[in-house]
């Protein structure tokens, strides 16, 4: 079974200060990790994902997570907000466990960019 | 292009009226997904189809009927429309082949609001 655990379902952050949404994974078998981001009356797309290749992943508009698996970790951080970066983040954990691989979703983090 | 497409993009109906939503993708995936996203924005998988294997979510009601006529089309059928069945629903496409750590692409949402 697998699944992921979003802490904060709201983060309030500074135009320019640092962002760090948590997700903390369950996994019996060794996972694949990712993050989307969802803009307002959007779908979900693609922020970086985890595949066992690096610890540290980079993806788009400056983000970046880190998997811990002593800490069963994979937060997502940005050095500096930009207003663009509103969004509602969802953090999804899917593994090659029973030939289907549909992935579990977080509840999802609201970040709000204040000027 | 636009890789997930859906349509309608709103949908207003009367409870009890069939309606239904229909996918495309073109991306040559395998599989494709529908979700349903409630007004707090937690997402539901509701199924997962490709050319071998529909897997339903057990708690989605048999009203919810996927409907593939091909590769790249899921549409997505529901009878008796309920009060509570008001959400955001989205398509998803991803190359099952690829395995557990493939990406998902999602559509850009119909929000269905029943009356």
């Known amino acids: 079974a697998q699944s992921v655990t979003q802490l904060g379902s709201h983060v309030s952050v500074s135009e320019g200060a640092l962002v760090l949404l948590r997700c903390n994974y369950s996994s019996s078998v060794p996972p694949y990790l990712f993050w989307y981001v969802q803009y307002p009356n959007q779908g979900l797309q693609l922020l970086l994902k985890y595949t066992s290749a690096a610890t540290l992943v980079k993806g788009i508009n400056g983000f970046e997570a880190e998997f811990k698996k002593s800490e069963t970790s994979f937060h997502l951080t940005k050095p500096s907000a930009h207003m663009s970066d509103a969004a509602e983040y969802f953090c999804?954990?899917?593994?090659?466990?029973?030939?289907?691989?549909?992935?579990?979703f977080g509840r999802g983090t609201s970040l709000i960019v204040h000027p | 292009d636009t890789a997930v497409s859906q349509t309608p993009k709103y949908l207003v109906t009367q409870m009890g009226n069939d309606k239904s939503i229909k996918c495309e993708q073109n991306?040559?995936?395998?599989?494709m997904y529908w979700y349903k996203q409630d007004s707090k924005k937690f997402l539901k998988i509701m199924f997962s189809y490709n050319n071998k294997e529909l897997i339903i979510n057990e708690t989605v009601p048999n009203r919810f009927s996927p409907k593939s006529p091909d590769k790249a089309h899921l549409n997505l059928h529901i009878n008796s429309l309920e009060l509570g069945d008001s959400a955001v629903y989205f398509c998803a496409s991803s190359h099952f082949e690829r395995g557990a750590h493939d990406t998902q692409y999602f559509g850009p949402g119909t929000r269905l609001t029943v009356l």
């Open positions: 999804a954990v899917t593994s090659a466990s029973g030939g289907s691989y549909i992935p579990t």
């Open positions: 991306l040559g995936h395998d599989t």
